[in-house]
């Protein structure tokens, strides 16, 4: 079945760019997401992306897509403390379910 | 517009007891899920549900049984819960299947 994966975990210094990469397996993917988990809250979308599209940029956000390698990657530029948060990459198809990622926890240091 | 709403947000149960998670969203939303969050696993989908009174299973659906009387409730039954049911459930809404906002979850221990 399908499945995303990304690491666990990122430490950046404040200030820093911070870059989170997800990898998934189904190429019919039409919707590419990145939703933000704060401590003891449900996720919050982010922002998203199209297939068709390889770029989407959103004030601090930027989201790069690289179908042939069905890799996404969300860059935070400076990354503030309020960005420390968990991250998850998720795809979804129509007529199917979402699939998320296992997250990754940024943590931003002073 | 309250959103998505769960209750309780707390609860522990001893092995066997059962209990009802309720989901509830004021947006008119078709479709509502709800999922699972274990540490390092992300969210697996539990059931979810397409309009009122349908109900389809998903990826882990053992143990657990849901409803959709009305279209702005999703329940969530334990029959006989178990450890491995420790965990923190998410309820989410969707219009139209392709943007899902979710509750602020429940966190649920079993001894």
């Known amino acids: 079945g399908e499945d995303v994966e990304q690491s666990l975990f990122l430490s950046v210094r404040e200030g820093d760019s911070s870059v989170i990469n997800c990898t998934y397996t189904?190429?019919?993917?039409?919707?590419l997401y990145w939703y933000k988990q704060e401590p003891g809250a449900g996720l919050q979308l982010l922002t998203y992306?199209?297939?068709?599209?390889d770029m989407k940029q959103d004030q601090r956000l930027t989201v790069l897509l690289n179908k042939k390698d069905k890799h996404l990657s969300l860059r935070i530029a400076d990354t503030q403390t309020g960005d420390s948060a968990i991250y998850f990459c998720?795809?979804?198809?129509?007529?199917?379910?979402?699939?998320f990622g296992p997250g990754t926890r940024l943590s931003v240091l002073p | 517009n309250a959103g998505v709403t769960q209750t309780p947000k707390f609860r522990v149960l001893k092995t066997g007891q059962s209990m009802t998670l309720l989901c509830a969203q004021d947006?008119?939303?078709?479709?509502m899920y709800w999922y699972r969050q274990d540490p390092g696993m992300g969210l697996r989908l539990i059931h979810y549900?397409?309009?009122?009174?349908?109900?389809a299973k998903g990826e882990v659906p053992d143990g657990y049984n849901v409803s959709r009387l009305k279209k702005q409730n999703f329940l969530l039954g334990l029959e006989s819960a178990a450890p491995s049911q420790t965990s923190v459930y998410f309820c989410?809404?969707?219009?139209?299947?392709?943007?899902?906002?979710f509750g602020p979850g429940t966190r649920l221990t079993v001894l």
């Open positions: 989410a809404s969707s219009p139209d299947g392709d943007e899902q906002f």
């Open positions: 189904d190429s019919s993917s039409t919707y």
């Open positions: 992306i199209f297939s068709n599209m």
């Open positions: 998720a795809e979804y198809n129509y007529g199917q379910n979402f699939v």
């Open positions: 947006m008119n939303h078709e479709y």
């Open positions: 549900s397409v309009g009122e009174g349908t109900t």
